[in-house]
C-alpha cells in the first residue's frame, strides 16, 4: 500500500471482501482484523469470517456443483485457461500484494506470479486428460464392457498453505476445480489478500459462480465447520498444522470425507506437483454392461 | 419352495414345488477341520499369549467346528514385529521373485479349490455353488492378477518407482472369508508389503486354512501373519503403531472409528464400508434377465453382500408385471443345506446376524411396508432367514435406508428417470447400483449420474480382479483391484 502522506494525491484504500456464490459479500459476523505486510506494517482489513460465512460458501458450493462437474472437460478447461490470462493481466498488482505479503522483492514476487501462472496453466491442460490417464478399459474375465472413470467427489474444503500467498494457493485451489469438484477455500490467515483478489480475477473468468469460493479470517475457526459439515465431501489440510490437522481430520471421519494431509515438511511449491492433488479429491466409478457371448454360435447379441 | 434340511436324510418337503430335488450333498470328508487352532505368526502356529479362545460355529447346523486362539495386544505386538521384521528382505527381493510367490499361491488354492469350497461353506454358511464357483475361483484368480503386477510396478502410473508401504494391517469381514482375504493380501504382497491380517471372529478357517497355503508355497517367515480374534483384536491391529497401512472392510461404523483413530498419523487407509445399492429397472428393460439380476442382486450369499441391490427401484408402469415374475421366480430357490449342491440358498452367518435382520425387518412391516415371502419351510437348527419381499416402501423408511445385509429386498416406484436417480442416490451410501434398460443411451446417461463406485447395467453382481471396486460417500475410500487398487499399498 503506498503511502502519500504527505504531497501530492491520497491513495484509494480497497476493500477486501469474501468471494461466495459468484458474489462479494462482507462477512456476515461485520468483523475484520488487520492484515499486516511482513514487515507488521497495515496493509488492509480482511474480512473476519464465521461459522455462518463457511455454511453459505459450502451451499453456493453445492449448488454449482452439477454444473461444474456437468460441463464438458473440454469446457472447463477453457474456463481455466482463462484465469491464466486473466492472472497474466493483472500480473502487476499481484507482484505488489505477494511482495508485500511475503517480503520479497519486486523480482522475486514476479518470479511467484509468474510460476503460479503456469501452473493454472499447467492444471488448465489436464481437465480433458485425467480420465485417460487415471481411468480406462478392464480387461474382465467375460462377456462384459467394463470401464473405469474417475469422477469429483464433490464440494471440496481447502485450507491454503499459510506461507505462499498465491503459488501454494494456486497449487491447491487449481486441482480441485480442474477434476470438477467446487471448492470453499480459506485463505492464508497471515496473507490472505492475493487470495481475495484472486477471486476477482476468476468472477471475471467465465468460472460459474460458486465453484470456488474465498474466505478469509482465522482458519481454526473456518475450518472447524467445514470439517464436520455433511455437505462437505472432502477436505485438504494443507494449511492447518498439525494439532489442527488431526482435530478435523477427526471430525471429517463423521461423513467419510475424503482428507488429503498436510505435508510433513514445508512444501516446496515450486516442484513438479504430479497428479495426486487431483486424484485425492477423484472417485472411481466402474459400469459393467454385457457385450453379448460370443461362442461358437456367436447368437447372444 | 423346497427346503431340504442341512441333514440329508430327513426328507425335503417333498411334493410341494415341481423343482424337489434329491439332495446332492457335497462330502465334507474332503476337508480335515483341527479341533484347535492358534495364531499364524512369523510362520508358526502359535497359543495367544494369554491362553484365551472361542469357538467357531457351522451357521446351518450351530455344530461346533473348532476351537480358534484369541489374539490379544501382547500377540498382535509379536504379529506386527514379525512382519516388521519380514519387511525389509521381502520388499528387497525382485518384482520377479514375489510374483513366483504370487503364482505358487494361486495355483495351490486352485489345487485345494475343493477342500477350501467345502472348508468356506461349513464355516460361513454360503451354498456350495457359490463357494465353488465364485469365492474360491475369484480368490486365485485375484493372487494370478496380482501375481502380474509385482514385477510392473514402475508402469502402473505410479511415478518410476513406487516404494510399498511396510506393514499393512488388514481386517476383513464374514460375508466372503477367503475372497476378502485375497483382495486383501495378494495386492500387499505383490507390492512389496507385509500383512497381519484379522480374519472375522465368526469365519476365521478359510483364513488359517490360507496359512498352510503360505507354507506349502514357501512363502518366507513373517510376510503373512494371521491373527484371529473380534473386534478387539482388530482395534488392536490398527491402532499399532508400527503399522504402515490400514486396510478395511466392513461395516460403516467400524469405518469411522478407524478413519477417527488413524487421524494425525501417516498411516495410509482404505476403506470399503456399507452399502443399500440401488437396481432400477425401467419400463423398457428385459424384465425375465432383470428378475434374474435382481435374484443375483439380493441373493447371492443371502444377501450379505456390501454392495447387494438391496433397493428395487422400478418404473411405476411395469412394476406390478415386474413383482409378479419376481414372486414368481423367488418361489423357486432352494433354501437349505449349504453342503447341497442345489441349494440356492444358505444359512445367515450368525445367530448375531439373524437378530439384526430379523429386527430391522420387523421394523419395515411396522413401519407400514408390506412384507411377503415365498412359502418356505426353515431348518429347525442353524441360523435362517426366508428371501423377503417389502412392497409399499417410502424412501423415509427404515427398510429403505439402512443396509440390512440379509435376504431382504425393498421394492420402490418411480416414474421418470430423474426421480430414479434422485432415489437412487438418497442415502449415504454410494457403493453399487444397478439399471436396467435396453435404451444404450438411458443407460449411460443414468450411469453417468449415479453416485456409486461400481454401476451393473443390465448385470449384477460381478466381480473380477482387473476391475476396481469401491465406493462413493459413506461406503469408504480407496478402490480394491485393478491398476487403481495398487495405489492402496504403495507410497504415492
Same mark, same amino acid.
Given at each position: 500500500?503506498?503511502?502519500?502522506?504527505?504531497?501530492?494525491?491520497?491513495?484509494?484504500?480497497?476493500?477486501?471482501?469474501?468471494?461466495?456464490?459468484?458474489?462479494?459479500?462482507?462477512?456476515?459476523?461485520?468483523?475484520?482484523?488487520?492484515?499486516?505486510?511482513?514487515?507488521?506494517?497495515?496493509?488492509?482489513? +480482511? *474480512?473476519?469470517? %464465521?461459522?455462518?460465512?463457511?455454511?453459505?460458501? =459450502? !451451499? #453456493?458450493?453445492?449448488? /454449482?456443483? &452439477?454444473?461444474?462437474?456437468?460441463?464438458?472437460?473440454?469446457?472447463?478447461?477453457?474456463?481455466?485457461?482463462?484465469?491464466?490470462?486473466?492472472?497474466?493481466?493483472?500480473?502487476?498488482?499481484?507482484?505488489?500484494?505477494?511482495?508485500?505479503?511475503?517480503?520479497?522483492?519486486?523480482?522475486?514476487?514476479?518470479?511467484?506470479?509468474?510460476?503460479?501462472?503456469?501452473?493454472?496453466?499447467?492444471?488448465?491442460?489436464?481437465?480433458?486428460?485425467?480420465?485417460?490417464?487415471?481411468?480406462?478399459?478392464?480387461?474382465?474375465?467375460?462377456?462384459?464392457?467394463?470401464?473405469?472413470?474417475?469422477?469429483?467427489?464433490?464440494?471440496?474444503?481447502?485450507? +491454503? *498453505?499459510?506461507? %505462499?500467498?498465491?503459488?501454494?494457493?494456486?497449487? =491447491? !485451489? #487449481?486441482?480441485?476445480? /480442474?477434476? &470438477?469438484?467446487?471448492?470453499?477455500?480459506?485463505?492464508?490467515?497471515?496473507?490472505?489478500?492475493?487470495?481475495?483478489?484472486?477471486?476477482?480475477?476468476?468472477?471475471?473468468?467465465?468460472?460459474?459462480?460458486?465453484?470456488?469460493?474465498?474466505?478469509?479470517?482465522?482458519?481454526?475457526?473456518?475450518?472447524?465447520?467445514?470439517?464436520?459439515?455433511?455437505?462437505?465431501?472432502?477436505?485438504?489440510?494443507?494449511?492447518?498444522?498439525?494439532?489442527?490437522?488431526?482435530?478435523?481430520?477427526?471430525?471429517?471421519?463423521?461423513?467419510?470425507?475424503?482428507?488429503?494431509?498436510?505435508?510433513?515438511?514445508?512444501?516446496?511449491?515450486?516442484?513438479?506437483?504430479?497428479?495426486?492433488?487431483?486424484?485425492?479429491?477423484?472417485?472411481?466409478?466402474? !459400469?459393467?454392461?454385457?457385450?453379448?457371448?460370443?461362442?461358437?454360435?456367436?447368437?447372444?447379441? | 419352495?423346497?427346503?431340504?434340511?442341512?441333514?440329508?436324510?430327513?426328507?425335503?418337503?417333498?411334493?410341494?414345488?415341481?423343482?424337489?430335488?434329491?439332495?446332492?450333498?457335497?462330502?465334507?470328508?474332503?476337508?480335515?477341520?483341527?479341533?484347535?487352532?492358534?495364531?499364524?505368526?512369523?510362520?508358526?502356529?502359535?497359543?495367544?499369549?494369554?491362553?484365551?479362545?472361542?469357538?467357531?460355529?457351522?451357521?446351518?447346523?450351530?455344530?461346533?467346528?473348532?476351537?480358534?486362539?484369541?489374539?490379544?495386544?501382547?500377540?498382535?505386538?509379536?504379529?506386527?514385529?514379525?512382519?516388521?521384521?519380514?519387511?525389509?528382505?521381502?520388499?528387497?527381493?525382485?518384482?520377479?521373485?514375489?510374483?513366483?510367490?504370487?503364482?505358487?499361491?494361486?495355483?495351490?488354492?486352485?489345487?485345494?479349490?475343493?477342500?477350501?469350497?467345502?472348508?468356506?461353506?461349513?464355516?460361513?454358511?454360503?451354498?456350495?455353488?457359490?463357494?465353488?464357483?465364485?469365492?474360491?475361483?475369484?480368490?486365485?484368480?485375484?493372487?494370478?492378477?496380482?501375481?502380474?503386477?509385482?514385477?510392473?510396478?514402475?508402469?502402473?502410473?505410479?511415478?518410476?518407482?513406487?516404494?510399498?508401504?511396510?506393514?499393512?494391517?488388514?481386517?476383513?469381514?464374514?460375508?466372503?472369508?477367503?475372497?476378502?482375504?485375497?483382495?486383501?493380501?495378494?495386492?500387499?504382497?505383490?507390492?512389496?508389503?507385509?500383512?497381519?491380517?484379522?480374519?472375522?471372529?465368526?469365519?476365521?478357517?478359510?483364513?488359517?486354512?490360507?496359512?498352510?497355503?503360505?507354507?506349502?508355497?514357501?512363502?518366507?517367515?513373517?510376510?503373512?501373519?494371521?491373527?484371529?480374534?473380534?473386534?478387539?483384536?482388530?482395534?488392536?491391529?490398527?491402532?499399532?503403531?508400527?503399522?504402515?497401512?490400514?486396510?478395511?472392510?466392513?461395516?460403516?461404523?467400524?469405518?469411522?472409528?478407524?478413519?477417527?483413530?488413524?487421524?494425525?498419523?501417516?498411516?495410509?487407509?482404505?476403506?470399503?464400508?456399507?452399502?443399500?445399492?440401488?437396481?432400477?429397472?425401467?419400463?423398457?428393460?428385459?424384465?425375465?434377465?432383470?428378475?434374474?439380476?435382481?435374484?443375483?442382486?439380493?441373493?447371492?450369499?443371502?444377501?450379505?453382500?456390501?454392495?447387494?441391490?438391496?433397493?428395487?427401484?422400478?418404473?411405476?408402469?411395469?412394476?406390478?408385471?415386474?413383482?409378479?415374475?419376481?414372486?414368481?421366480?423367488?418361489?423357486?430357490?432352494?433354501?437349505?443345506?449349504?453342503?447341497?449342491?442345489?441349494?440356492?440358498?444358505?444359512?445367515?452367518?450368525?445367530?448375531?446376524?439373524?437378530?439384526?435382520?430379523?429386527?430391522?425387518?420387523?421394523?419395515?412391516?411396522?413401519?407400514?411396508?408390506?412384507?411377503?415371502?415365498?412359502?418356505?419351510?426353515?431348518?429347525?437348527?442353524?441360523?435362517?432367514?426366508?428371501?423377503?419381499?417389502?412392497?409399499?416402501?417410502?424412501?423415509?423408511?427404515?427398510?429403505?435406508?439402512?443396509?440390512?445385509?440379509?435376504?431382504?429386498?425393498?421394492?420402490?416406484?418411480?416414474?421418470?428417470?430423474?426421480?430414479?436417480?434422485?432415489?437412487?442416490?438418497?442415502?449415504?451410501?454410494?457403493?453399487?447400483?444397478?439399471?436396467?434398460?435396453?435404451?444404450?443411451?438411458?443407460?449411460?446417461?443414468?450411469?453417468?449420474?449415479?453416485?456409486?463406485?461400481?454401476?451393473?447395467?443390465?448385470?449384477?453382481?460381478?466381480?473380477?480382479?482387473?476391475?476396481?471396486?469401491?465406493?462413493?460417500?459413506?461406503?469408504?475410500?480407496?478402490?480394491?483391484?485393478?491398476?487403481?487398487?495398487?495405489?492402496?499399498?504403495?507410497?504415492?
Amino acid at each position: 500500500m503506498s503511502d502519500s502522506s504527505g504531497q501530492g494525491r491520497l491513495t484509494v484504500l480497497k476493500t477486501y471482501k469474501l468471494y461466495v456464490g459468484g458474489k462479494f459479500p462482507r462477512s456476515e459476523s461485520g468483523r475484520v482484523y488487520e492484515v499486516t505486510d511482513a514487515k507488521g506494517r497495515w496493509l488492509a482489513n +480482511a *474480512p473476519l469470517s %464465521s461459522r455462518k460465512d463457511a455454511r453459505d460458501a =459450502v !451451499v #453456493a458450493a453445492r449448488k /454449482a456443483v &452439477g454444473g461444474w462437474s456437468g460441463a464438458a472437460a473440454y469446457n472447463r478447461g477453457q474456463v481455466l485457461y482463462r484465469i491464466a490470462e486473466m492472472l497474466q493481466g493483472r500480473a502487476d498488482q499481484f507482484t505488489r500484494e505477494v511482495a508485500d505479503a511475503e517480503g520479497l522483492s519486486k523480482s522475486k514476487a514476479a518470479a511467484v506470479v509468474e510460476a503460479a501462472i503456469d501452473r493454472w496453466v499447467w492444471y488448465a491442460g489436464w481437465t480433458d486428460k485425467i480420465a485417460q490417464v487415471v481411468g480406462g478399459a478392464n480387461p474382465v474375465a467375460g462377456p462384459y464392457f467394463n470401464h473405469s472413470v474417475p469422477e469429483p467427489t464433490g464440494v471440496v474444503a481447502v485450507l +491454503a *498453505p499459510r506461507e %505462499s500467498s498465491l503459488l501454494g494457493l494456486v497449487s =491447491v !485451489v #487449481a486441482p480441485v476445480v /480442474a477434476t &470438477g469438484n467446487t471448492a470453499v477455500v480459506v485463505a492464508s490467515e497471515d496473507r490472505p489478500l492475493p487470495a481475495l483478489s484472486l477471486a476477482e480475477v476468476l468472477a471475471t473468468s467465465d468460472v460459474p459462480g460458486g465453484v470456488v469460493n474465498v474466505l478469509s479470517g482465522r482458519t481454526a475457526e473456518i475450518a472447524a465447520p467445514l470439517a464436520a459439515h455433511q455437505d462437505v465431501n472432502g477436505i485438504d489440510l494443507t494449511g492447518a498444522d498439525a494439532a489442527l490437522a488431526k482435530d478435523l481430520e477427526i471430525a471429517a471421519a463423521d461423513n467419510l470425507k475424503r482428507v488429503l494431509r498436510p505435508a510433513g515438511t514445508a512444501a516446496d511449491w515450486t516442484a513438479d506437483p504430479g497428479t495426486r492433488r487431483m486424484t485425492a479429491f477423484l472417485e472411481t466409478k466402474t !459400469v459393467w454392461h454385457p457385450t453379448g457371448a460370443l461362442g461358437v454360435a456367436g447368437s447372444s447379441y | 419352495m423346497a427346503s431340504p434340511h442341512p441333514d440329508p436324510s430327513s426328507a425335503p418337503a417333498a411334493g410341494r414345488s415341481p423343482f424337489a430335488y434329491a439332495p446332492a450333498p457335497e462330502s465334507r470328508s474332503v476337508v480335515d477341520i483341527a479341533p484347535s487352532y492358534g495364531l499364524f505368526i512369523d510362520g508358526e502356529f502359535t497359543e495367544a499369549a494369554d491362553g484365551k479362545v472361542f469357538k467357531t460355529l457351522a451357521p446351518a447346523t450351530e455344530e461346533v467346528l473348532s476351537e480358534i486362539a484369541q489374539a490379544g495386544e501382547q500377540d498382535v505386538e509379536r504379529a506386527v514385529r514379525a512382519a516388521r521384521r519380514a519387511f525389509e528382505k521381502w520388499s528387497a527381493l525382485p518384482g520377479a521373485e514375489r510374483a513366483k510367490y504370487l503364482f505358487r499361491i494361486a495355483r495351490i488354492l486352485q489345487e485345494r479349490a475343493r477342500e477350501l469350497a467345502v472348508l468356506e461353506t461349513l464355516d460361513n454358511g454360503k451354498p456350495i455353488k457359490e463357494t465353488r464357483d465364485f469365492d474360491v475361483p475369484q480368490a486365485a484368480a485375484h493372487f494370478f492378477y496380482h501375481a502380474g503386477w509385482a514385477d510392473k510396478l514402475e508402469h502402473a502410473g505410479f511415478g518410476p518407482a513406487p516404494r510399498p508401504l511396510g506393514v499393512a494391517a488388514q481386517v476383513i469381514p464374514w460375508n466372503f472369508p477367503l475372497l476378502m482375504l485375497a483382495w486383501k493380501i495378494a495386492p500387499a504382497l505383490a507390492t512389496g508389503n507385509t500383512v497381519v491380517l484379522k480374519p472375522a471372529e465368526t469365519t476365521p478357517l478359510s483364513a488359517l486354512f490360507f496359512a498352510d497355503v503360505c507354507r506349502q508355497a514357501g512363502l518366507p517367515k513373517g510376510v503373512v501373519n494371521i491373527v484371529t480374534g473380534d473386534g478387539t483384536t482388530g482395534a488392536a491391529l490398527v491402532a499399532h503403531p508400527e503399522v504402515d497401512k490400514v486396510a478395511f472392510t466392513g461395516s460403516t461404523d467400524v469405518g469411522k472409528a478407524i478413519a477417527r483413530q488413524v487421524a494425525g498419523t501417516r498411516k495410509k487407509v482404505t476403506l470399503e464400508l456399507g452399502g443399500k445399492g440401488a437396481n432400477i429397472v425401467f419400463d423398457d428393460a428385459p424384465l425375465d434377465q432383470a428378475v434374474e439380476g435382481i435374484v443375483t442382486g439380493i441373493f447371492f450369499n443371502q444377501g450379505q453382500v456390501c454392495c447387494a441391490g438391496s433397493r428395487l427401484l422400478v418404473q411405476e408402469s411395469v412394476a406390478d408385471e415386474l413383482i409378479e415374475s419376481l414372486k414368481r421366480r423367488l418361489g423357486t430357490l432352494r433354501l437349505g443345506d449349504p453342503l447341497d449342491k442345489n441349494t440356492d440358498i444358505g444359512a445367515i452367518n450368525s445367530a448375531q446376524q439373524l437378530a439384526k435382520i430379523r429386527e430391522l425387518t420387523e421394523i419395515g412391516a411396522a413401519e407400514g411396508a408390506e412384507r411377503w415371502s415365498p412359502e418356505c419351510e426353515l431348518p429347525s437348527s442353524g441360523y435362517w432367514f426366508p428371501p423377503t419381499l417389502f412392497t409399499g416402501v417410502a424412501q423415509a423408511h427404515t427398510v429403505a435406508q439402512d443396509e440390512i445385509f440379509g435376504p431382504v429386498l425393498s421394492v420402490l416406484t418411480f416414474r421418470t428417470p430423474d426421480e430414479a436417480v434422485a432415489k437412487a442416490n438418497n442415502t449415504p451410501y454410494g457403493l453399487s447400483a444397478g439399471v436396467w434398460t435396453e435404451k444404450g443411451s438411458r443407460m449411460l446417461a443414468v450411469a453417468d449420474r449415479l453416485r456409486a463406485g461400481v454401476v451393473w447395467a443390465n448385470t449384477f453382481n460381478k466381480f473380477d480382479p482387473t476391475s476396481p471396486f469401491g465406493g462413493y460417500k459413506e461406503s469408504g475410500y480407496g478402490r480394491e483391484g485393478g491398476r487403481h487398487g495398487l495405489e492402496a499399498y504403495l507410497d504415492v
